[in-house]
């Protein structure tokens, strides 16, 4: 079984994630926008570094404060934690195989099974032509 801590922990990373603002992270709303200035998109894929300051396990902490979860998301947790879990029980390839199977490998299936067969084949008369020149 896997430590309830570390499950909890995980929720809570990637709640920070999904809700962003309400750990008072910036998030694509808050930006504050220059008309003068050209806009570049922040990349909000990887919050790694702003989610450290706001834990305290920067040098930046007193500037920012910490990050807490706050009770509206408590019950949210639960079911980040269940969708975690189904994340890793979840066999995507053969779900995936199973839903879209491919053209593809029935192809390279047949193609195998082709060059098998022309192999034996090829073992079959070389077989046959060694036992007719033998007698």
């Known amino acids: 079984d896997p430590d309830p801590r570390l499950q909890a922990q995980k929720a809570r990373h990637l709640s920070k994630y999904i809700f962003p603002l309400q750990?008072?992270?910036s998030n694509v709303f808050s930006q504050p926008s220059a008309a003068k200035e050209t806009?570049?998109?922040p990349n909000f894929a990887d919050r790694e570094r702003e989610?450290?300051?706001r834990l305290g396990l920067s040098r930046y902490t007193d500037l920012f404060g910490t990050?807490?979860?706050p009770k509206r998301l408590k019950e949210v947790l639960v079911l980040l934690d269940k969708m975690i879990w189904r994340h890793g029980k979840c066999h995507?390839?053969?779900l995936r195989d199973t839903v879209c199977p491919s053209k593809v490998d029935k192809l390279q299936v047949i193609?195998?099974?082709s060059?098998?067969?022309a192999?034996?084949?090829r073992q079959r008369t070389t077989r046959q032509w060694t036992a007719a020149s033998y007698w």
């Open 51 to 53: 989610i450290q300051v």
């Open 39 to 41: 806009y570049k998109q």
């Open 111 to 113: 193609a195998r099974a």
């Open 119 to 121: 192999h034996r084949s």
């Open 115 to 117: 060059l098998i067969f």
């Open 23 to 25: 750990y008072g992270l």
């Open 67 to 69: 990050c807490k979860t």
């Open 92 to 94: 995507y390839k053969l």
